[in-house]
């Protein structure tokens, strides 16, 4: 059974930061494109960050590039989502993906964003 938990949301004032955490069971992170996704209260999900599975490539949200950085930790099976100069236009539940080498695709719970102005 593949499971993904993010942790590491919460409350900030703008122009802070907080750093989300993704563990995953049942699949390697370094063999899985992982991926952030956020939705916004009466929005669609949107993509946030990706970072691919075997040389690590990354890629940005426009709306995020240059404040937000996506890696992973293979050893703790984790990947993170460090964001810097949060807006309150960030403010959203964020969501953790993971695409396998099958096509699986698999989702977290989502945890809270939150940025106050």
């Known amino acids: 059974q593949v499971q993904l938990v993010e942790s590491g949301g919460g409350l900030v004032q703008t122009g802070g930061s907080l750093r989300l955490s993704c563990t995953v069971s049942g699949r390697t992170v370094s063999s899985c494109a992982m991926g952030w996704f956020r939705q916004a209260p009466g929005k669609e999900r949107e993509f946030v960050a990706t970072i691919s599975g075997s040389a690590g490539i990354t890629i940005y949200a426009n709306s995020v590039k240059g404040r937000f950085t996506i890696s992973r930790d293979n050893a703790k099976n984790t990947v993170y989502l460090e964001m810097n100069s949060l807006k309150p236009e960030d403010t959203a539940v964020y969501f953790c993906?993971?695409?396998?080498?099958?096509?699986?695709?698999?989702w977290g719970q989502g945890t809270q964003v939150t940025v106050s102005s």
């Open positions: 993906n993971a695409v396998d080498d099958r096509g699986g695709r698999y």
